[in-house]
C-alpha cells in the first residue's frame, strides 16, 4: 500500500528545478532528471491538492471535483514547444459549479498563484454581460470588497474595443474577454510553509461570493 504523504511546503529547489527546465525542455535531460521531479514537485503538489481539497470541502459543505495537470504536454499541441509543461496547476470544482467554472492554485518557476475564475468564450462573456447588467446591485457591492483589500485582484484580458460602458466601478468587469480573481506571489513566502493548504482554504472562501456570481453566466439546464 502506496503512503500517503502529507505537505511540509515546497522547497526552493523545486523553484530551482523548473528554472532548469526551462531551458533544458527535453527528454534526455527530464529522464535523469525525473526522480528529482517526483521528489521536489510532483509529490508534495499531489499532497497539496489533496489536502486543499479536503479543506475546501469541509468549508464549503460540498462536494469537490478535483484534477491535477500533468508534467506532459501534449504531444499533438506542442507548436515548437519542449514536451514537458514549466508549470503545474490543480483545480477545484464545486459541484454545483459548473465545469467551467474553477478555484485553482498554480506554481511555476519564479510564482505562483490562486484564484477563482472563468476563461470564458466569446459566448459565455455575453452571458456574463447580462448577469452584471441584472445583478447590477450584487456586482457593485463584490467589486467594492475586491477594492478595499490588497490580497486578491481582478484578472483577464479586456476586449481592445468595450462592448459597452456600465461606469467606472463595472466597466473593468463588464469588458474582458476572460474573468478571474486571483492572488499571485514570487515564489517563496507561503508557498514554503506547510500551512498552504489551509492559507488556500481561506482564500477561497474570500472567493466564494466572486464564484457564485460567475457561475450565473451558466444558465440552469
Known amino acids: 500500500m502506496k503512503e500517503t504523504i502529507k505537505f511540509t511546503g515546497f522547497t526552493p529547489e523545486a523553484s530551482a528545478f523548473y528554472w532548469e527546465l526551462l531551458f533544458h525542455n527535453e527528454r534526455p535531460w527530464f529522464e535523469e532528471h525525473k526522480a528529482q521531479f517526483v521528489q521536489l514537485v ?6 497539496l491538492a489533496r489536502e486543499t481539497c479536503a479543506l475546501t470541502a469541509e468549508a464549503y459543505g460540498e462536494d469537490m471535483r478535483l484534477h491535477v495537470s500533468r508534467i506532459y504536454r501534449d504531444a499533438r499541441r506542442l507548436f515548437g514547444r519542449g514536451p514537458y509543461k ?25 510564482d505562483y498563484s490562486y484564484g477563482v475564475g472563468v476563461w470564458g468564450n466569446p459566448g459565455q462573456m455575453e452571458q456574463w454581460r447580462k448577469v452584471l447588467e441584472a445583478d447590477r446591485a450584487a456586482a457593485e457591492r463584490l467589486a467594492r470588497r475586491l477594492k478595499r483589500q490588497s490580497r486578491f485582484r481582478l484578472g483577464g484580458e479586456a476586449y481592445k474595443r468595450p462592448k ?16 478571474f480573481i486571483e492572488c499571485s506571489h514570487d515564489f517563496g513566502g507561503d508557498v514554503l510553509k506547510s500551512e498552504l493548504p489551509q492559507i488556500l482554504t481561506d482564500g ?15 444558465p440552469e439546464e
Request: aromatic letters at 20%.
Open 42 to 47: 510532483k509529490e508534495p503538489f499531489e499532497a
Open 86 to 110: 514549466e508549470h503545474m496547476w490543480f483545480s477545484l470544482h464545486p459541484v454545483s459549479w459548473p465545469e467551467e467554472l474553477s478555484l485553482w492554485f498554480e506554481i511555476g518557476p519564479g
Open 164 to 179: 459597452g460602458d456600465v461606469g467606472e466601478l463595472l466597466n473593468p468587469w463588464y469588458n474582458k474577454k476572460s474573468i
Open 204 to 218: 477561497y472562501r474570500w472567493l466564494r461570493p466572486y464564484g457564485e456570481l460567475l457561475a450565473k453566466m451558466f
